[in-house]
């Protein structure tokens, strides 16, 4: 549905993403101006800022600063997500530039924008020819997720189309945006800054090695041979970056060169980052803005922008933004790096003041249509059209409940297969399509092998897989360590020397469970064989849902060899620690193992349900079902559906919930615990928290969106606030299999039946 007019459509909050000063950078600058001038022009629109910090640094913001964000912490780009879905913002507005955001070439901004509920616009302060393959998947993302991208150049919208297929109309072209100031003579601000007498040529912004500042000082010689009274300055600070690594060891660099060049009287370097006004000051007492970047690959220029907008003669190497400059006749372009070029060129505009007149004119005049009101104008209406356009979720959708999606699937292994290879299952997809640059890992091996047991239809097939997955899983036990490896690159190169406690305790559970599954006499030999090797290993970790990972391989084990001594052992330990972690931890309003819930929860209970089976142990057994059957309560929603504890909820320490992103994981855990409970209890109220959870997949949930396709058996990575993450990761697909398995070979199951409400339809195609 859409929204009747867009005229209609009135924006009342924008959540502002970006970098604020203090922050001594060109980003944190324009941000500050984009907020000031869309309060300015919309006094009624409220504006909340979102301030990222780089690392190790803590600035002392001004009240304008909603909250700040830390470039690597994941936790404060969740926490941003939901301020920013509570304040009832109607768009977001991010302003992007490498290097400013955590992750592979800042993939953790794609965290927070896939977790908030408004449109969102994102201005591209640099669009890249040939991007990396880091940097390419972060703009794909961004162009997935954004109702608009903004680019200051048309040079940024060529580069788009041409090199990641951007759709013409979700691009929009807005200039920089520039001070709305009066076009006045150089005198009166070159006598405020002792420049009287001189005419001055003048570089300004963060001082860098990619500037071309050395460039100028090698042009000087033959500027002042011709022009005495010539004064290059050079205005700002170092690069806070540069000054990290090395000091001042640039600047005193260029000094040298111009004490070389005999030009030190003709070059004022003024070190600082100036507030605004003082700036733009200096900027009016210059003749020539000049701007000798090395690289062509900048496509907009906020310095270059200004000293058009204060009609100045530009004289610049020709990277993108002056180009285009150049175009509309307000930029003389040299060659880069040529010095003697940018000689000439400087001493023709000295030697007329005619000529050098009309240049500074004809920047001016150009100037008036990029004022920041009218850059404020801009993006207010571009906002107006994408709220205009954000589809209208339909209430009646949330009301599916589970029992109308009690139609059964049995597993099937075309999805499985599509990310399989010779070498395992691959971890994560674009979309459906394996994405090999993120490889293998043994967590999803285990899956997938565990799976193969499973599958009733073809056999044959699943057999053959099997043998795939299990031979990854011996390879990555690393007896030298007592330890799994976990993550391995494409080219089958393990990525470390053993990986984390889940995946130990993961790698335990499935080699247990082929002990006892497998269908294969060999298998089953080998497996027995690795579990003996291995499962002592785990009893020095620390992490509960290793034991209780663990802990249901053992089980499983025993299920096949009741005296197994090392699976009794495991099974004994391991539910001794749960029980006591739980007793431990709980509280009145807070029946739990730990202070918060987080991912694959519904195996703490179950582990700790079939432990207590083992061992006859009733306190045991009545403890951990009212354990799940909280979880229950927190994982059902107010429509009485199945809904996924949201990995936004990850280490908030007793707090109900929160329900996004819901991961098939969790639907998966809580189907296998229910039925475990059904079958030792024979309460059907399991065997209706085990149609919940499996209805989530078929589109029982809060969106009312199927996660699954099942005429593919293939699963989505993730329901978020307003859609689905369409990707299909190993993970995943896997979970909604085994979830299919469980609940088929449940119903199939003479001693679990049917509940008398329910109408099941088993789907084999």
Known sequence: MMAASDKAVSIKRVALIGNSP?????IATFTRDVAQALNAAFPDIALDLYAMNDPGSAHKYGPEVTCSI???????????????????????????????????????????????????LVTLHTVLETPNADQRAVIEGLVRRASKLIVMAEKGRDILRRVHGVANDKIAVVPHGVPDRAFEPSEPFKRRFGFAGHRVLLTFGLLSPNKGIETMIRALPTIVAANPDVLYVVLGATHPHLVAREGEAYRESLIALAEAQGVSANVRFIDGFLEQQTLLDYLQSSDIYVTPYLSETQITSGTLSYSVALGKAVVSSPYWHAVELAEQNVVTLVPFGDDAGFASAINNLLADPDLLSQAGKRAYALGRGMIWEKLAASYLEIARQAVAKKPVRLAQ??????????????????????????????QHSIFA??????????????????????????????????????????????GSRGRFRNFMAFDRSWLEEEGSEDSFGRSVWTIGVTVAEARQRDLRHWALALFDQVAANSLDLNAPRTWAFALLGADAVLSAHPDHPIARHLVTEYAGRLHALLK????????????????????????????AVFLGDDAMRADALAAFDWLDGMQTNESDQFRAVGTDSFGRPYEKPLPFDQQPLEAWATVDAAIYAHGITGDDRWLETAWRAYAWYLGANDLGIPIATPATGGCYDGLMSDRVNLNQGAESILAYQFACATMTRAMAARAVGTPKTAKTRLVTG
């Open 22 to 26: 203090p922050r001594l950078c060109g």
């Open 70 to 120: 830390d470039q690597d912490d994941l936790r404060d780009y969740l926490q941003a997500a939901r301020r920013i879905n509570e304040s009832g913002a109607d768009i977001v507005l991010v302003q992007h530039e490498y290097g400013i955001f955590g992750g592979p070439a800042g993939a953790l901004l794609l965290r927070l924008l896939d977790r908030v509920d408004a449109p969102v």
């Open 397 to 426: 959708t949330r009301g599916l409940s589970a029992a109308a999606t009690r139609e059964l699937h049995r597993p099937r292994l075309e999805a499985i297969e599509g990310m399989s290879d010779g070498c395992g299952i691959i």
């Open 433 to 478: 399509v394996p994405d090999r640059q993120h490889g293998y890992c043994v967590d999803d091996n285990c899956r997938a092998l565990m799976l193969m047991h499973r599958v009733d239809d073809h056999q044959v097939r699943a057999d053959e897989l099997a043998r795939i997955y299990a031979s990854f899983v011996q390879h990555a036990w690393n």
């Open 584 to 611: 431990r931890e709980r509280r009145d309003d807070w029946n739990w193992f730990e202070p918060s819930l987080a991912y694959d929860n519904a195996r703490l209970p179950e582990a700790l349900l079939r432990g």
